[in-house]
Protein backbone atom coordinates (compact mmCIF):
# COMPACT_ATOMS: atom_id res chain seq x y z
CA UNK A 1 0.00 0.00 0.00
CA UNK A 2 0.86 3.63 -0.94
CA UNK A 3 2.95 5.05 2.41
CA UNK A 4 4.53 8.61 2.47
CA UNK A 5 6.22 9.05 6.00
CA UNK A 6 8.23 12.62 6.65
CA UNK A 7 10.70 13.01 8.99
CA UNK A 8 12.93 15.59 9.86
CA UNK A 9 10.58 18.10 11.98
CA UNK A 10 11.69 19.41 15.48
CA UNK A 11 11.93 22.60 17.19
CA UNK A 12 14.60 25.60 15.33
CA UNK A 13 15.46 29.17 16.31
CA UNK A 14 14.21 31.79 13.54
CA UNK A 15 16.30 31.85 11.47
CA UNK A 16 18.44 28.91 11.15
CA UNK A 17 17.48 25.89 8.93
CA UNK A 18 15.77 22.62 8.57
CA UNK A 19 15.29 19.87 5.89
CA UNK A 20 12.59 17.89 5.90
CA UNK A 21 12.52 14.43 4.11
CA UNK A 22 9.44 12.29 2.97
CA UNK A 23 10.20 7.93 2.20
CA UNK A 24 7.72 6.91 -0.55
CA UNK A 25 6.73 2.92 -0.78
CA UNK A 26 4.15 1.24 -2.11
CA UNK A 27 4.18 2.66 -5.49
CA UNK A 28 6.15 3.97 -8.42
CA UNK A 29 7.40 7.25 -6.62
CA UNK A 30 9.44 8.57 -10.16
CA UNK A 31 5.62 8.44 -12.03
CA UNK A 32 4.12 11.03 -9.57
CA UNK A 33 4.35 14.71 -8.86
CA UNK A 34 4.12 15.53 -4.69
CA UNK A 35 3.41 18.29 -3.18
CA UNK A 36 4.39 20.04 0.28
CA UNK A 37 1.54 20.83 2.36
CA UNK A 38 1.52 23.11 5.66
CA UNK A 39 -1.01 23.52 8.82
CA UNK A 40 0.17 25.53 11.11
CA UNK A 41 -1.84 25.21 14.97
CA UNK A 42 -5.58 25.36 15.05
CA UNK A 43 -5.41 26.65 11.78
CA UNK A 44 -5.94 25.32 7.88
CA UNK A 45 -4.25 23.74 5.24
CA UNK A 46 -1.81 25.80 3.36
CA UNK A 47 0.15 24.74 -0.08
CA UNK A 48 3.85 25.24 0.40
CA UNK A 49 5.38 23.54 -2.91
CA UNK A 50 4.83 21.21 -5.93
CA UNK A 51 7.52 19.07 -7.85
CA UNK A 52 7.01 17.19 -11.12
CA UNK A 53 7.91 13.33 -11.53
CA UNK A 54 11.61 14.28 -13.07
CA UNK A 55 12.38 16.88 -10.61
CA UNK A 56 12.59 19.91 -13.44
CA UNK A 57 9.51 21.92 -12.47
CA UNK A 58 8.96 23.33 -9.34
CA UNK A 59 6.66 25.96 -7.89
CA UNK A 60 6.47 27.65 -4.41
CA UNK A 61 3.73 29.58 -2.47
CA UNK A 62 4.77 33.19 -2.16
CA UNK A 63 4.89 32.70 1.65
CA UNK A 64 8.14 30.77 1.26
CA UNK A 65 9.49 31.53 -2.41
CA UNK A 66 12.73 32.16 -1.91
CA UNK A 67 13.54 30.79 1.32
CA UNK A 68 12.33 27.26 0.76
CA UNK A 69 13.54 24.54 -1.94
CA UNK A 70 11.89 20.98 -2.79
CA UNK A 71 13.98 18.58 -4.45
CA UNK A 72 13.47 14.83 -4.71
CA UNK A 73 16.03 11.65 -5.03
CA UNK A 74 14.07 9.54 -7.48
CA UNK A 75 16.66 6.96 -6.32
CA UNK A 76 15.85 6.59 -3.25
CA UNK A 77 12.00 7.41 -3.36
CA UNK A 78 12.48 10.51 -1.62
CA UNK A 79 10.90 13.76 -1.40
CA UNK A 80 12.94 16.84 0.15
CA UNK A 81 11.55 19.86 1.53
CA UNK A 82 15.05 22.32 2.64
CA UNK A 83 13.40 25.35 4.88
CA UNK A 84 16.35 28.46 5.08
CA UNK A 85 15.80 31.67 7.06
CA UNK A 86 13.10 30.50 8.84
CA UNK A 87 10.26 32.70 10.59
CA UNK A 88 7.99 31.72 13.70
CA UNK A 89 4.98 31.65 11.18
CA UNK A 90 6.55 28.58 9.85
CA UNK A 91 6.11 27.19 12.69
CA UNK A 92 3.18 24.25 11.43
CA UNK A 93 2.76 20.47 10.74
CA UNK A 94 4.28 19.75 7.42
CA UNK A 95 2.59 16.83 5.22
CA UNK A 96 4.15 15.19 1.95
CA UNK A 97 1.59 14.76 -0.48
CA UNK A 98 0.95 12.89 -3.94
CA UNK A 99 -0.14 14.74 -6.44
CA UNK A 100 0.29 16.91 -9.83
CA UNK A 101 -1.57 20.04 -11.13
CA UNK A 102 -4.80 20.05 -11.32
CA UNK A 103 -4.98 16.02 -10.00
CA UNK A 104 -6.32 15.36 -6.38
CA UNK A 105 -4.07 14.67 -3.75
CA UNK A 106 -4.83 11.28 -3.51
CA UNK A 107 -2.47 10.23 -0.73
CA UNK A 108 -0.82 12.30 2.24
CA UNK A 109 1.61 11.37 4.84
CA UNK A 110 1.06 11.62 8.81
CA UNK A 111 2.64 15.14 8.86
CA UNK A 112 5.60 15.98 10.44
CA UNK A 113 5.94 18.97 13.29
CA UNK A 114 8.25 22.17 12.91
CA UNK A 115 8.66 24.31 15.83
CA UNK A 116 10.43 27.88 14.95
CA UNK A 117 11.03 29.39 18.18
CA UNK A 118 13.94 31.08 20.18
CA UNK B 1 -4.37 35.36 -6.88
CA UNK B 2 -7.10 33.00 -6.85
CA UNK B 3 -8.96 32.72 -3.96
CA UNK B 4 -11.25 30.27 -2.48
CA UNK B 5 -14.36 31.35 -0.07
CA UNK B 6 -15.45 28.92 2.52
CA UNK B 7 -18.23 29.21 5.41
CA UNK B 8 -15.90 28.95 8.88
CA UNK B 9 -18.69 26.27 10.01
CA UNK B 10 -21.90 24.33 9.27
CA UNK B 11 -24.11 22.92 11.66
CA UNK B 12 -26.50 19.82 10.66
CA UNK B 13 -28.86 17.81 12.70
CA UNK B 14 -27.84 13.71 12.43
CA UNK B 15 -29.94 12.18 9.25
CA UNK B 16 -30.22 15.58 7.95
CA UNK B 17 -28.26 17.14 4.64
CA UNK B 18 -25.39 19.27 5.29
CA UNK B 19 -24.29 21.65 2.15
CA UNK B 20 -20.86 23.39 2.35
CA UNK B 21 -19.82 25.45 -0.55
CA UNK B 22 -16.70 26.91 -2.12
CA UNK B 23 -16.60 29.96 -3.47
CA UNK B 24 -14.42 31.21 -6.35
CA UNK B 25 -14.00 33.43 -9.70
CA UNK B 26 -15.40 31.12 -11.81
CA UNK B 27 -14.32 28.14 -10.16
CA UNK B 28 -17.15 26.01 -12.57
CA UNK B 29 -14.03 26.02 -15.33
CA UNK B 30 -11.41 24.29 -12.88
CA UNK B 31 -11.68 20.97 -11.20
CA UNK B 32 -12.43 21.13 -7.42
CA UNK B 33 -11.18 18.65 -5.14
CA UNK B 34 -12.34 18.10 -1.41
CA UNK B 35 -10.84 16.62 1.16
CA UNK B 36 -12.21 15.69 5.17
CA UNK B 37 -9.78 16.06 8.26
CA UNK B 38 -10.33 14.87 11.42
CA UNK B 39 -8.68 15.97 14.59
CA UNK B 40 -5.11 15.08 14.91
CA UNK B 41 -5.48 13.09 11.58
CA UNK B 42 -4.55 13.86 7.97
CA UNK B 43 -6.74 14.92 5.21
CA UNK B 44 -8.88 12.68 3.51
CA UNK B 45 -10.03 13.24 -0.45
CA UNK B 46 -13.47 12.68 -0.56
CA UNK B 47 -14.33 14.22 -3.30
CA UNK B 48 -12.22 14.59 -6.67
CA UNK B 49 -13.31 16.56 -10.15
CA UNK B 50 -16.08 17.98 -9.02
CA UNK B 51 -18.45 15.43 -8.05
CA UNK B 52 -16.29 11.85 -8.36
CA UNK B 53 -16.39 9.90 -5.38
CA UNK B 54 -12.70 8.03 -4.19
CA UNK B 55 -12.86 4.30 -3.46
CA UNK B 56 -14.23 3.19 -0.10
CA UNK B 57 -15.86 7.10 0.13
CA UNK B 58 -19.63 6.58 0.81
CA UNK B 59 -22.56 7.53 -1.74
CA UNK B 60 -23.65 9.86 1.20
CA UNK B 61 -20.71 12.77 -0.16
CA UNK B 62 -21.57 14.09 -3.43
CA UNK B 63 -20.35 17.44 -5.27
CA UNK B 64 -21.47 20.06 -7.96
CA UNK B 65 -19.20 22.77 -9.52
CA UNK B 66 -20.41 25.62 -11.45
CA UNK B 67 -20.64 29.43 -11.98
CA UNK B 68 -18.73 30.61 -9.16
CA UNK B 69 -19.95 28.07 -6.68
CA UNK B 70 -18.91 24.65 -5.79
CA UNK B 71 -20.55 22.07 -2.95
CA UNK B 72 -19.86 19.31 -1.46
CA UNK B 73 -23.23 17.85 0.24
CA UNK B 74 -23.31 15.03 2.72
CA UNK B 75 -26.63 13.18 2.85
CA UNK B 76 -27.66 11.62 5.39
CA UNK B 77 -25.14 12.88 8.33
CA UNK B 78 -23.86 11.22 10.85
CA UNK B 79 -22.14 11.95 14.15
CA UNK B 80 -18.36 10.30 12.44
CA UNK B 81 -18.88 13.18 9.42
CA UNK B 82 -18.21 15.87 12.19
CA UNK B 83 -15.09 16.78 10.51
CA UNK B 84 -12.80 20.39 8.36
CA UNK B 85 -13.76 19.99 5.13
CA UNK B 86 -11.21 22.02 2.44
CA UNK B 87 -11.81 23.03 -0.89
CA UNK B 88 -8.91 22.43 -3.24
CA UNK B 89 -8.12 23.48 -7.35
CA UNK B 90 -4.72 24.00 -9.21
CA UNK B 91 -4.87 27.37 -10.41
CA UNK B 92 -2.35 27.87 -13.24
CA UNK B 93 -4.39 31.24 -14.36
CA UNK B 94 -1.69 33.54 -12.84
CA UNK B 95 1.61 31.61 -11.69
CA UNK B 96 0.95 27.87 -10.82
CA UNK B 97 -0.18 26.76 -7.61
CA UNK B 98 -2.29 25.09 -5.45
CA UNK B 99 -4.47 26.95 -3.39
CA UNK B 100 -7.19 25.29 -0.52
CA UNK B 101 -10.31 26.87 0.81
CA UNK B 102 -10.13 28.41 4.43
CA UNK B 103 -11.76 25.13 5.65
CA UNK B 104 -15.44 24.63 6.94
CA UNK B 105 -16.24 23.09 10.54
CA UNK B 106 -19.02 20.85 10.28
CA UNK B 107 -20.42 20.63 13.88
CA UNK B 108 -23.21 17.42 13.83
CA UNK B 109 -25.77 18.48 16.62
Known amino acids: QVQLVESGGGVVQPGRSLRLSCAAS????????MHWVRQAPGKGLEWVAA????????YYADAVKGRFTVSRDNSKDTLYLQMDSLRADDTAVYYC???????????WGQGTLVTVSS | SYVLTQPPSVSVAPGKTARITCGGN??????VHWYQQRPGQAPVLVIH???ARPSGIPERFSGSNSGNTATLTISRVEAGDEADYYC????????????FGGGTKLTVL
Open chain 1, 97 to 107: ARGVEAQPIDY
Open chain 1, 26 to 33: GFSFSNFG
Open chain 1, 51 to 58: IWYHGNNK
Open chain 2, 26 to 31: NIGSKS
Open chain 2, 49 to 51: YDA
Open chain 2, 88 to 99: QVWDSSSHNRLV
